[in-house]
């Protein structure tokens, strides 16, 4: 069992940034592809990011040049920081650690962001 706790969340004007934060409860992370997904009020949960096991990382085409994506293996975490953000970036932020040799997902509780106009 991999526990995610995500902080950083919060309230910010248009233009501002924020950094999320991700930490997991096990050494096993480093082997993990891990991600950020994000879910607006009566929208479906959507990729925002993603970094390989090998730091290879792959962005939603809504976020690229704004939204950077690292990891900490040392620490366990991994980060999403986000810059020039939108109100259409508000959502609950949820991390997200998958295994690909035992395919199994685990799920973050959620951190909220909000863009203010």
């Known amino acids: 069992q991999v526990q995610l706790v995500e902080s950083g969340g919060g309230l910010v004007q248009a233009g501002g940034s924020l950094r999320l934060s991700c930490v997991a409860s096990?050494?096993?992370?480093?082997?993990?592809?891990m991600g950020w997904y994000r879910q607006a009020p009566g929208k479906q949960r959507e990729s925002v990011a993603i970094?390989?096991?090998?730091?290879?990382?792959n962005y939603a085409d809504s976020v690229k040049g704004r939204f950077t994506i690292s990891r900490d293996n040392a620490k366990n975490t991994v980060y999403l920081q986000m810059n020039s953000l939108k109100p259409e970036d508000t959502a609950v932020y949820y991390c997200?650690?998958?295994?690909?040799?035992?395919?199994?997902?685990?799920w973050g509780q959620g951190t909220q962001v909000t863009v203010s106009s």
């Open positions: 997200n650690a998958h295994f690909e040799v035992t395919r199994m997902t685990y």
């Open positions: 096990r050494s096993i992370f480093r082997f993990a592809s």
């Open positions: 970094i390989s096991s090998s730091n290879m990382t």
